[in-house]
């Protein structure tokens, strides 16, 4: 059983920019959330997808954006890159919305917008 | 607005001492709590989860407890160790629809020889 991977590890782009980072969801796991986590604080949920849907929402601009695939992997997309965006993005996934079975994370990207 | 506050927001012990971490929210209703172990540079590692109508939880050394009533958890490390230093974050997960976690900001703990 392969856990959550994320990749890449670390990045670095210049504001205006835009990213993609990806996450490989844990075998079984048809749920994938997404998190921004700055230096010092908590995660903060950025949108969850399920079943190739979005079907919850934090409070980030249309900027930031993602995808399921059907295998349930992911991806996230940051337009427009801004240097407040610099942080942790940790994406977890888990069976159904997470709630009942809990959420395995992977070890993060760290993105630095310069 | 649903809150999860944590305290204190660090804190230094000595290898072999016990220690308590403590997290307070106003998420209301909700589905359960949990206490994640994040290393630095890591993702969060799950230590307990709880539904509201569990009291305690134990996982090895760590012991979580929940007071549904008053809106409070603890988190207990017994015994610690080096490896223990980390960040000690407290989640709530909604209940009644969008089940989106509400994260709080994290015990930052560090364990001296």
């Known amino acids: 059983e392969t856990g959550v991977t994320q990749s890449p590890t670390h990045l670095i782009k210049t504001r205006g920019q835009q990213v993609t980072l990806r996450c490989s969801s844990q075998s079984g796991h048809n749920t994938v959330s997404w998190y921004q986590q700055a230096l010092g604080q908590g995660p903060q949920f950025i949108f969850q997808?399920?079943?190739?849907?979005?079907?919850g929402r934090g409070n980030f601009p249309p900027r930031f954006s993602g995808l399921q695939f059907p295998n349930y992997s992911s991806e996230l997309n940051v337009n427009a890159l801004e240097l407040d965006d610099s942080a942790l993005y940790l994406c977890a996934s888990s069976l159904g919305g997470g709630q009942n079975y809990g959420y395995t994370f992977g070890s993060g990207t760290r993105l630095t917008v310069v | 607005k649903n809150q999860v506050e944590q305290s204190p927001q660090s804190l230094i012990i000595l290898e072999g001492k016990n220690c308590t971490l403590q997290?307070?929210?106003?998420?209301?209703?909700?589905?359960?709590l949990r206490w994640y172990k994040q290393d630095t540079g890591r993702g969060p590692v799950s230590l307990t989860i709880?539904?509201?109508?569990?009291n305690t939880k134990s996982n090895g050394r760590y012991t979580a407890t929940l007071d549904a009533d008053t809106k409070q958890s603890s988190l207990h490390i017994t015994a610690s160790q080096l490896s223990d230093s980390a960040s000690y974050i407290c989640?709530?997960?909604?209940?009644?629809?969008?089940?989106?976690?509400?994260f709080g900001r994290g015990t930052s703990l560090i364990v001296h020889p």
């Open positions: 709880m539904t509201f109508s569990e």
């Open positions: 989640v709530v997960i909604p209940s009644g629809g969008s089940y989106i976690p509400t």
């Open positions: 997808y399920y079943r190739e849907e979005e079907n």
């Open positions: 997290c307070n929210y106003t998420v209301s209703p909700f589905s359960n």
